[in-house]
């Protein structure tokens, strides 16, 4: 296989970057953590999510990923790729060998996923689309409070009903609304597959002719992708097996009676506090605190008033009821970059949450007590 100038190189990489979504990062199966070159496509598979995409090769390997991290460093053309017994190697116009990867046996690779046929298809987005619609941008900021523990597998999925999108890793729970979304699901779909779904939506990836198809089989959900440059890519990842899903609704609609008390608006430099602090530390607590109308921050360690210069008060119109809590970074960070307007819940048991509202999203956050 031989790729002659830049452009190719940068297409044969933007497949191999798809492909790396599905390549696994543990130890214990070495063939899971490799791209399978068929001769006309390639595969990677980690046990639950499988990518295969066309791809026209003069060699048949398994071959382990860390070879992409060589080619985006290439510079002179023309390249030439090829296989030995149990090599990949690379060469330059001058047939050197710049590159030497070892390969595993071919049929060590996993077995591909057997599906049923689909018993529902929806189109998301088609090549006459004009715009990536409110669906991909709401998708995009769901799969940003999934839940990454294997174990939890209740939250590593984003719950989609008519008009509804939920997502919550236990701990900051976030509903997302809109007139209509294009599909309404009775089950999770999985973290790994909405963040194909968004690579597949990215500009940088994708300019022209996007058609997005998803099909749902009792067991699986399948992706099919077709662009200008990619014209046959396919997703599939098994569903989430879970007994029952959150009841997610209930969460809000359970807070609703202690809402709307001290709902204040997010200052612009509340943000710039914020982000001011130098060296933010993902376990650092910090204090939120409304009183007479006024939001105010500060951190636990005593340095707080340092960055009450930046904090202009912010006065409303509403009665406001004094409130204080103490928040972790990471639920910060969440309800100042979903939201415009912040409340701290206390119901009758005496737990406190905080709330984040915005005009299609609303977020509620367990606090430290």
């Given at each position: 296989?031989?790729?002659?100038?830049?452009?190719?190189?940068?297409?044969?990489?933007?497949?191999?970057?798809?492909?790396?979504?599905?390549?696994?990062?543990?130890?214990?199966?070495?063939?899971?953590?490799?791209?399978?070159?068929?001769?006309?496509?390639?595969?990677?598979?980690?046990?639950?999510?499988?990518?295969?995409?066309?791809?026209?090769?003069?060699?048949q390997a398994l071959v382990p990923v860390i070879f992409i991290k060589f080619l985006v460093d290439v510079f002179q053309f023309p390249i030439e790729i090829i296989t030995d017994d149990h090599h990949?190697?690379?060469?330059?116009?001058?047939?050197?060998?710049?590159?030497?990867?070892?390969?595993?046996?071919?049929?060590?690779?996993?077995?591909?996923?057997?599906?049923?046929?689909?018993?529902?298809?929806?189109?998301?987005?088609?090549?006459?689309?004009?715009?990536?619609?409110?669906?991909?941008?709401?998708?995009?900021?769901?799969?940003?409070?999934?839940?990454?523990?294997?174990?939890?597998?209740?939250?590593?999925?984003?719950?989609?009903?008519?008009?509804?999108?939920?997502?919550?890793?236990?701990?900051?729970?976030?509903?997302?609304?809109?007139?209509?979304?294009?599909?309404?699901?009775?089950?999770?779909?999985?973290?790994?597959?909405?963040?194909?779904?968004?690579?597949?939506?990215?500009?940088?990836?994708?300019?022209?002719n996007l058609t997005l198809e998803l099909n749902i089989t009792p067991t699986h959900f399948i992706l099919s992708v077709t662009t200008s440059e990619i014209p046959n890519l396919t997703v599939i990842s098994a569903k989430i097996n879970v007994p029952k899903l959150?009841?997610?609704?209930?969460?809000?609609?359970?807070?609703?009676?202690?809402?709307?008390?001290?709902?204040?608006?997010?200052?612009?430099?509340?943000?710039?506090?914020?982000?001011?602090?130098?060296?933010?530390?993902?376990?650092?607590?910090?204090?939120?605190?409304?009183?007479?109308?006024?939001?105010?921050?500060?951190?636990?360690?005593?340095?707080?008033?340092?960055?009450?210069?930046?904090?202009?008060?912010?006065?409303?119109?509403?009665?406001?009821?004094?409130?204080?809590?103490?928040?972790?970074?990471?639920?910060?960070?969440?309800?100042?970059?979903?939201?415009?307007?912040?409340?701290?819940?206390?119901?009758?048991?005496?737990?406190?949450?905080?709330?984040?509202?915005?005009?299609?999203?609303?977020?509620?956050?367990?606090?430290?007590?």
């Amino acid at each position: 296989m031989i790729l002659n100038n830049q452009e190719e190189v940068n297409i044969f990489l933007k497949k191999l970057t798809i492909l790396s979504y599905a390549v696994s990062d543990k130890d214990f199966q070495p063939a899971m953590k490799c791209i399978l070159f068929t001769g006309s496509k390639a595969r990677a598979y980690n046990g639950e999510l499988f990518i295969e995409i066309d791809m026209v090769t003069d060699f048949q390997a398994l071959v382990p990923v860390i070879f992409i991290k060589f080619l985006v460093d290439v510079f002179q053309f023309p390249i030439e790729i090829i296989t030995d017994d149990h090599h990949l190697i690379i060469k330059n116009s001058e047939g050197s060998r710049i590159l030497q990867v070892g390969t595993l046996p071919f049929l060590d690779f996993p077995p591909v996923p057997t599906t049923n046929t689909p018993t529902r298809s929806i189109v998301l987005i088609s090549n006459e689309s004009t715009s990536i619609p409110i669906f991909i941008s709401h998708l995009a900021s769901a799969s940003k409070y999934v839940g990454k523990d294997e174990i939890q597998q209740i939250y590593r999925g984003i719950y989609i009903t008519e008009n509804t999108m939920y997502a919550t890793d236990g701990f900051i729970v976030l509903k997302l609304t809109s007139d209509y979304f294009p599909i309404s699901l009775t089950e999770l779909l999985p973290e790994a597959f909405c963040q194909m779904i968004l690579e597949c939506c990215r500009e940088s990836l994708f300019v022209t002719n996007l058609t997005l198809e998803l099909n749902i089989t009792p067991t699986h959900f399948i992706l099919s992708v077709t662009t200008s440059e990619i014209p046959n890519l396919t997703v599939i990842s098994a569903k989430i097996n879970v007994p029952k899903l959150p009841n997610y609704e209930s969460i809000f609609e359970s807070t609703a009676p202690f809402s709307n008390r001290n709902v204040v608006s997010i200052p612009r430099r509340f943000n710039t506090a914020f982000c001011s602090i130098p060296n933010v530390e993902s376990s650092r607590h910090y204090r939120l605190k409304i009183e007479n109308g006024q939001l105010e921050f500060s951190m636990n360690e005593g340095t707080v008033y340092a960055y009450r210069e930046f904090m202009a008060p912010f006065v409303t119109s509403l009665p406001i009821a004094d409130a204080e809590i103490v928040v972790d970074q990471r639920t910060l960070n969440c309800i100042l970059r979903e939201c415009s307007r912040i409340e701290i819940i206390e119901i009758d048991s005496g737990m406190k949450f905080l709330r984040g509202l915005a005009s299609d999203r609303e977020v509620i956050c367990s606090t430290i007590q």
